[in-house]
């Protein structure tokens, strides 16, 4: 009888150790099914803009606003019947605003338009002009119907303010709304950033004219 119930238990012990074991692997299993996740950022396309003159000023870029419903990391993507795609192991390697505004701060510096550069709030340098930038929309668009239905979009509300020492009011020289759309070869996610690089490369270029002729005609 004493036999029986060591075996009994010996064998509860062992049924006890093979569910934990499954359980166990079971939970690795799963883990191990998530697909890594992909980082992407912006990167400079090739300067197209030839001959630009140098300015005698210093712009500081203020960091850009983004519309609430571009606050998050992950890439996304609208279908054709409206459905919106969040890719939750395709994300930006920062958060939308700090990677914009140093994207163009970076591409108005690569032009050397402006004798003082293009600076950060964080600078201590006094600027003579501030450039306020609002992010609208920045969407990628996908199509299973069409190849010119898949491409991305931007708009960017931009203010050039000139400071004035001791004066309160905003004296904005430059209140335009800048956009941009560029195709992308087809619907695939691994699309979406290199598309999104060329669209604030070229609009960033667009802002540039515009900051000096601002300036230009102010002066």
Sequence with gaps: MKNIYIFFKIFILILLTLSFLTIFNSCISIRTDYPPTEYYRLEQNPLTLKNVGKIDATILVREVIPSAELESTNLMAIWDNG???????????SEIAPMVTDFIIKRLNLYAGFSGGVIKSTSSILPDYILETQLI???????????????????IQANLIKRIPLDTNKNIILSQ?????????????????????????LLTDKLLIDIQSAIATYK
């Design 83 to 93: 459905r919106i795609q969040r890719y939750n192991y395709h994300q930006w390697n």
């Design 137 to 155: 929309d920045m969407m990628a668009y996908n199509s299973e119907k069409a190849t010119d239905g898949n491409y991305v979009f931007i708009s």
């Design 177 to 201: 709304v800048y956009t941009q759309k560029i195709s992308r070869p087809n619907n695939t996610v691994k699309t979406i950033a290199p598309a999104f690089s060329s669209a604030f490369s």
